[in-house]
């Protein structure tokens, strides 16, 4: 019988507000298959913070400074292609939406989703990676 080792998916999260980090960081590494690995406040150190940990997947915040989540997204899709990228957002309007699915995107979800929909949404992305 052979038993295959599965890493935790390895998160970047990335959020102006610092409750909101707290709080995503929390509920994503109480879960046993998801680490943590870098926490961003800003879309620049978001992509820094990408390039030096190649997470499996970053969780976006929409609007931050440093150019937002258009630009997180853009230049971690350039600088670490691997990585899956997941949008969490308090603004739910359609052209920012499929901007950012035009830019890989996988996930968009709007703040005030329950913790499960935020870890499912993290593991729907990392298993993209497997695909």
């Known amino acids: 019988m052979t038993f295959e080792m599965r ?8 959020d102006d507000d610092p409750m909101i980090r707290l ?11 998801l ?13 820094d913070l990408a390039v030096t940990h190649s ?36 603004y739910d309007d359609s052209g920012t939406v499929d901007e950012l699915k035009r830019l890989g995107v996988r996930e968009y ?6 913790n499960a929909e935020i870890v499912a949404a993290v593991r729907r992305a990392g298993a993209a990676i497997e695909a």
Request: aromatic share 2%; no cysteine.
């Open 55 to 90: 997470p499996d997947v970053a969780v976006l915040d929409v609007r931050m400074p440093g150019g937002g989540g258009s630009h997180a997204a853009r230049e971690i899709r350039l600088h670490s292609p691997r990585t899956q990228l997941l949008a969490f957002s308090a």
């Open 109 to 114: 979800l709007v703040k005030g989703v329950t």
């Open 23 to 33: 709080a995503l960081s929390e509920v994503l590494a109480a879960e046993t298959d």
């Open 7 to 14: 890493m935790p998916l390895r998160v970047l999260v990335a």
């Open 35 to 47: 680490q943590v690995v870098a926490i961003a406040e800003d879309a620049v150190q978001a992509v």
